[in-house]
């Protein structure tokens, strides 16, 4: 692109040509610049992350036996202890609650641990 320079006639071309592409090239970068600033956002990265799991079948069947387990020991828990201010209730609620998690998670998954 360089050019030989004779008079100023080509000086003046080969500014408004300079302008130009500096004017282009800041237009670039300031796209670039918004898309990166995007894309960085936490939401957007999380959106992101969470497509990508969602398109993956293991994660999606093993997010969905968590979600099942979790909620069957949760329902457990409530279903035989209900809500209760006692100490001992609440700790044998838990207890309850985790034992129903692991044997709905092992029956899904297929464990006989």
């Given at each position: 692109m360089k050019k030989n320079i004779k008079n100023s006639y080509d000086l003046e071309q080969a500014i408004v040509e300079l302008k130009a592409k500096k004017d282009k090239d800041f237009n670039v970068l300031k796209s670039q610049l918004?898309?990166?600033y995007?894309?960085?956002?936490p939401a957007n990265m999380l959106r992101q992350m969470l497509t990508g799991l969602s398109t993956e079948p293991k994660v999606?069947?093993?997010v969905l036996d968590f979600v099942l387990s979790l909620s069957g020991g949760y329902l457990s828990k409530r279903l035989l202890i209900g809500k209760s201010n006692s100490f001992l209730k609440s700790i044998i609620g838990y207890i309850v609650q985790m034992k129903?998690?692991?044997i709905i998670s092992n029956k899904i998954t297929g464990d006989n641990k």
């Open positions: 918004s898309n990166s995007n894309n960085l956002k999606k069947n093993g129903a998690t692991k």
